[in-house]
């Protein structure tokens, strides 16, 4: 089914983004700009309007949602918003019980560890996400050309937090289960797969223009386990959004060792982590696909000379690639000032 007429892509509004032509992979004059977890705790409105209300409840609250999602292109002219939401929302929707703990992150009450629980896994048709679709209508009417950038979690990271039961350092539950248990294994991830699918559609059909796939614990596979057990599954999501023609970005940390792998996923721009420099990985991916990031969140923490020089680097190295997407090597840490983040995009502008 092709995008509505009045969606942004298609009456115009954001088509001409330089931040939708980057992620198509059209090298722009000045890089466009945007950062990982931008909306959210780095900003003290954030949580003067989040107040008390828990974090899944405020994904799932549209008018909440909007602001939020709103407050950093309000704040740092950045050249696109991203969704405030959460990667556990479609297994929220689909029915699990699972809470965001301060300090810990999404936990899972009852993990999925065998082929009884996953095949107890509830039935995924149709997922209602209509306060999703609703807080996007709100949020799109607020950017005009600027576009939204709609999100999902890779199959191999929500199988991951569902496997543990919750975060883990080296995902080793869910890697033993991958090696024991192929058949169950490949069950869960097309479970995932679904449900972030039906997750990512819904925002693109509500009006975003530009999805990114995250797979934040790719990086603890091995390059031959990553592509036989996980990618198939990660190529599955971008395939059922491929007849909206929306822009594809794929961001996985410590993934070097598959990036010239990502392509083949479907995605338009791979997200590169900030241990990868920009042209080695422009090297890697030639003309097949763009790059996004990759300034070191930690230099965040540094005085503006040395964040300059970074992100000097970074645009430096991205001329090399296909397009290039400024944004960090990973999210916005909590403590990050926010008055360095409004400076980084004058300067990447003025570039």
């Known amino acids: 089914m092709p995008l509505a007429p009045e969606h942004p892509l298609v009456d115009g509004r954001t088509s001409s983004s330089p931040l939708v032509l980057a992620a198509r992979g059209e090298k722009q004059a000045t890089p466009p700009i945007w950062f990982m977890r931008q ?17 899944l409840e405020a994904c799932l609250t549209p008018d909440l949602a909007a602001e939020i999602t709103l407050q950093p292109v309000w704040r ?11 990667i556990v929302i479609p297994p929220l929707v689909a029915g699990l019980d699972v809470e965001i703990v301060p ?42 050309s600027k576009p939204l950038i709609g999100f999902g ?28 248990d192929p058949a169950t294994w490949n069950a869960l991830l097309a479970w995932c797969a679904d449900a972030t ?16 796939l995250f797979d934040s614990w790719a990086g603890s596979l091995s390059r031959a386990d990553w592509a036989s057990a996980v990618a198939p599954h990660s190529a599955a999501i971008f ?36 241990r990868t420099p920009l042209d080695d990985a422009a090297t890697v991916l030639g003309d097949r696909a763009g790059v996004q990031g990759n300034i070191d969140p930690t230099v965040l923490g540094a005085g503006w000379d040395v964040i300059r020089d970074n992100v000097n680097d970074v645009v430096a190295r991205g001329r090399s690639a296909r397009s ?25 502008h003025a570039l």
């Not at 080296?170 to 289960?177: E, G, I």
């Not at 290039?324 to 990447?348: F, Q, S, W």
């Open 197 to 212: 699918a039906q997750f990512m559609r819904a925002q693109v059909e509500a009006g975003a223009s530009v999805v990114q």
């Open 76 to 86: 740092h002219d950045v050249d696109a918003a991203v969704f405030y939401s959460d």
């Open 39 to 55: 909306a959210g705790r780095s900003l003290p409105e954030y949580h003067q309007v989040r107040g008390t209300t828990g974090m």
């Open 153 to 180: 979690g890779a199959p191999f990271t929500l199988a991951s937090y569902l496997v543990e039961g919750g975060p883990s350092k080296d995902q080793a539950r869910a890697r033993a289960l991958m090696k024991s």
């Open 324 to 348: 290039h997407i400024v944004n960090l090597g990973h999210g916005v840490t909590p403590d990050t000032k926010p008055a360095l983040l409004t400076r980084i995009v004058e300067h990447v």
């Open 239 to 274: 395939s059922a959004l491929s007849d909206l023609e929306v822009p594809r970005i794929h961001f996985g940390l410590g993934m070097r060792d598959m990036l010239d792998l990502i392509p083949d996923l479907g995605a338009t721009t791979v997200g590169i982590d900030w």
């Open 103 to 144: 300090g810990r992150g999404p936990i899972f009450a009852s993990p999925v560890r065998t082929a009884a629980d996953v095949a107890a896994l509830p039935a995924l048709d149709s997922l209602d996400f209509s306060r999703i679709r609703e807080a996007i209508a709100i949020i799109t009417a607020e950017l005009g």
